[in-house]
């Protein structure tokens, strides 16, 4: 079920509004990931000194400048694992227009949707925000004590996180809040490992932008195969 409902999303990338979501998301990701490295920056040029006085070498100028440089290298470095809020953040923003593309598509036949509409979709998608910000801040400090099984925390933890929001935001729209979570504890199994699937790309720089899209109309397709299992 889950490589199937991954495939049928893939297939439908090049759908206009897929791609319309596409770009308004990479676009907003990548100016929000620069506006915290601006402020990340201006924070250094405030608080550090243009010149450091060490013992024996005496002083030292272009604190600003390797200080700057080595920030650029940290934010790269941390920016996989922000991209993964920013990313969620976005998806849920332009959650409708996902679904409403799979559906239109691929399940013609189905009654209009609720939907979320915009406040309860921006409220839940800062909420869930925040949640991925603090968890993988957390597990930052996990990662130095697992050493090489870091990657394996990392997707375990968030395709958990992921695929329990993506699939409840999916069907939010139809169910409920209610009865969209007990669907997603019924088939927790199944909704993590998909969760999962979604959560490797992530590391990879790039190809992180185009996830949150496959994630939403990928847990689509599952809601509606569980639905009428």
Same mark, same amino acid.
């Given at each position: 079920m889950? *490589? ?7 297939? &439908? /990338? ?15 990701s ?6 915290i490295y601006?402020?990340?920056l &201006?924070?250094i ?5 243009e ?13 600003? &400048?390797?200080?700057g440089?080595?920030?650029l290298l940290?934010? /790269? +470095?941390?920016? %996989?694992f ?6 969620? *953040?976005?998806?849920? $923003?332009?959650?409708d227009?996902?679904v409403l593309?799979?559906?239109? !598509?691929? #399940?013609? +036949?189905? =009654?209009?949707?609720?939907?979320? +509409? ?5 409220i ?10 603090? %968890?993988?801040? *957390?597990?930052?400090l996990? #990662?130095v004590f ?5 990657? $394996? ?6 395709g ?5 929001? #993506?699939?409840?935001?999916v =069907? ?7 009865a969209?979570?007990?669907?997603r !504890?019924?088939?927790?199994g199944?909704?993590?490992m998909?969760? /999962? $699937?979604?959560?490797?790309p992530?590391?990879?720089?790039l190809?992180? *932008?185009?996830?949150p899209?496959? +994630? ?10 569980? =639905?009428?299992?």
């Amino acid at each position: 079920m889950i *490589l199937s409902a991954f495939l049928l999303a893939l297939g &439908q /990338i090049g759908d206009p509004r897929f791609l319309r979501v596409l770009v308004l998301g990479a676009a907003l990701s990548r100016a929000l990931l620069a506006g915290i490295y601006a402020g990340f920056l &201006q924070l250094i040029l405030w608080v550090a000194p243009e010149t450091l006085s060490l013992p024996f070498v005496g002083e030292v100028g272009g604190v600003h &400048q390797l200080l700057g440089g080595a920030s650029l290298l940290l934010m /790269i +470095g941390l920016s %996989v694992f922000l991209m993964v809020p920013v990313a969620a *953040l976005f998806s849920g $923003l332009f959650l409708d227009d996902v679904v409403l593309a799979v559906e239109a !598509r691929h #399940y013609p +036949g189905l =009654a209009p949707a609720a939907g979320l +509409g915009l406040a309860d979709g921006l409220i839940a998608a800062i909420n869930f925000f925040g949640v991925l910000v603090a %968890v993988n801040a *957390l597990a930052l400090l996990a #990662y130095v004590f697992v050493g090489p099984l870091a990657p $394996l925390v990392f997707w375990a933890v968030n395709g958990y996180l992921l695929g329990r929001e #993506y699939f409840e935001l999916v =069907a939010m729209r139809r169910l409920g809040r209610p009865a969209a979570r007990e669907m997603r !504890r019924r088939n927790r199994g199944t909704i993590w490992m998909a969760g /999962i $699937l979604m959560a490797a790309p992530l590391s990879f720089p790039l190809v992180n *932008l185009v996830i949150p899209v496959l +994630g939403v109309a990928t847990f689509t397709h599952i809601f509606h195969r569980l =639905a009428t299992a």
